[in-house]
């Protein structure tokens, strides 16, 4: 288990990332929760936020800076299987390749949505309001589903240049794709 979380499910995929404001998080992808044909795919997805209040003693003696990572916010996912991150304009996003389309049973359906969530600094997280007496304020709200069929994998990109910027590409595993 994970920071505490007791039966978190089928993790896909780890994605550290660190935001404009210095901040290091953690975004775990869980794809399920269960044994089918009683699975679920509609799990939250968990991120977590590095506490580098301190010192923490290593196994060898060693010390390490900060306390570790601790949970900061549930993110809704159906299917997770990847995060990326990336930055434009002053604003750091977070995205998620989901597999499954909301609410499908099992073999669960791939005709889904991904999403990509937007930073959002200087408020209050509503899932963890003590995280705004840390001085740590922020969190991630949805900005924009993506209609996707079997997302397997979300990377982000930059093309510099008049014409270039920040980009997200989804790799979708299933056929009759359009996108």
Do not use: C, M
């Amino acid at each position: 288990a994970l920071a505490g979380e007791a039966g978190v499910g089928d993790v896909r995929s780890l994605r550290h990332f660190r935001t404009l404001s210095g901040d290091h998080f953690l975004a775990v992808a869980i794809f399920d929760r269960g044994d089918p044909p009683s699975s679920t795919t509609d799990v939250d997805s968990l991120v977590y936020l590095w506490n580098h209040d301190g010192w923490t003693v290593l196994a060898d003696g060693s010390r390490a800076w900060g306390l570790g990572f601790e949970p900061f916010q549930r993110l809704p996912t159906h299917g997770a299987v990847s995060f990326a991150h990336a930055q434009a304009g002053g604003v750091d996003y977070l995205a998620v390749a989901n597999f499954a389309r909301t609410g499908a049973a099992w073999p669960p359906a791939t005709d889904g949505a991904s999403e990509v969530f937007e930073f959002v600094r200087g408020k209050a997280n509503p899932a963890y309001e003590q995280s705004f007496l840390r001085g740590r304020s922020g969190y991630f709200r949805s900005l924009q589903t993506l209609q996707t069929t079997g997302a397997w994998h979300v990377a982000s990109f930059v093309l510099p240049g008049e014409l270039g910027g920040a980009f997200l590409a989804f790799s979708e595993r299933q056929a009759g794709s359009n996108h």
